[in-house]
């Protein structure tokens, strides 16, 4: 039954396309007030994912639930669920406050909300213009606009800074942001962490359609390892006193060493009681976007992250454009 709790649970969700299994056994819930990323390279299964849920593919196996039920059993899903599955196509012919127009008589909403989103989304400039004269980022904006039309408790957006300039991403950001605190829900997936770090408050990953991480972003941040590089005078014996401390240790092409899991004072105390002379130590974090790729790409080098949340077996995608892939 409707619990008009604003939730989508995702359960045991699978897809497979004849040999081709492009999603497999994913759990994940998203929450009202949060924006939650729907992260991973392109090919690993989000597009399918958000069309499961918006009921435009049917699952291999498992469910997908926007308010306690699958989306085609909800009473007018336009007045509950808003979704941007990629840049529509506009007929060119027609002004920006006509699409919408159309749009709210199809879903049986007043005229006056076309003006209404077209003042949300930045765009009441342009109503009369002509959408065949828009640019990409301006095209995003008015499906963003077709999508708030029944003023929807849910919005799910796949690659929507797709073809946004650094103003429309931040744009994008406070308005996702806006929405969430109004107590709302919102699902938006990338192939491009950088872009949505600062936008996501809950990250679900995915590559070769698995889950291979389900939690709060900050948690990844705590994840993120740093090294010590240090060069050694005597390399040798300072491996040998950090594996005593049980000190994770690389070579390095360039003859340095990099020292895991202990910070800059700490190795260079071990290499003082050692009696090696340091000529050189730099501190390295991993940032957040090297993590993605090393999550999504299964290149961990047998580093663990213990944090809540999923894991799958490493996936191998790689990175590509915009689009493209399941």
């Known amino acids: 039954m409707h619990d008009g709790s604003g939730r989508i649970l995702v359960q045991g969700l699978s897809k497979d396309f004849g040999p081709v299994h492009a999603v497999r056994n994913l759990d994940f819930a998203v929450h009202p007030g949060t924006v939650t990323g729907f992260l991973g390279p392109n090919g690993s299964g989000k597009t399918t994912t958000l069309r499961m849920i918006l009921g435009l593919v049917t699952p291999t196996a498992g469910t997908a639930t926007i308010n306690g039920v699958p989306f085609e059993r909800l009473a007018n899903p336009g007045t509950i669920v808003g979704a941007v599955l990629e840049a529509q196509s506009f007929h060119p012919g027609r002004t920006a406050r006509n699409h919408l127009r159309s749009y709210a008589a199809a879903m049986n909403v007043p005229d006056a909300q076309a003006d209404r989103v077209l003042e949300l989304v930045g765009l009441a400039s342009a109503a009369q213009r002509k959408a065949g004269t828009f640019s990409l980022g301006m095209r995003q904006r008015l499906s963003l606009a077709t999508a708030l039309l029944g003023d929807p408790q849910v919005l799910v957006l796949d690659e929507p800074v797709n073809g946004l300039d650094p103003e429309g991403i931040a744009w994008l950001r406070n308005f996702l942001k806006a929405f969430a605190a109004n107590g709302r829900t919102v699902l938006v997936s990338s192939h491009l962490l950088r872009e949505m770090e600062h936008t996501v408050d809950h990250v679900v990953i995915v590559s070769r359609g698995e889950c291979v991480y389900n939690g709060h972003l900050d948690e990844l941040r705590a994840a993120q390892r740093a090294r010590v590089l240090v ?16 000190l994770t240790v690389e070579h390095l092409p360039d003859g340095r060493l990099a020292v895991t899991g202990a910070d800059a004072p700490r190795v260079a105390d071990l ?7 340091l000529y050189g130590m730099q501190e390295e974090r991993v940032d957040l976007e090297q993590l993605f790729f090393q999550l999504t790409q299964g290149q961990y080098g047998g580093a663990q992250i213990q944090q809540p949340g999923q894991w799958g077996p490493p996936g191998g995608a790689g990175f590509g454009g915009p689009g493209g892939g399941y």
């Open 271 to 277: 290499a003082l009681q050692a009696g090696v002379a």
């Open 231 to 246: 060069q050694a005078g005597d390399p040798n014996a300072l491996v040998a006193a950090l594996h005593q401390e049980s």
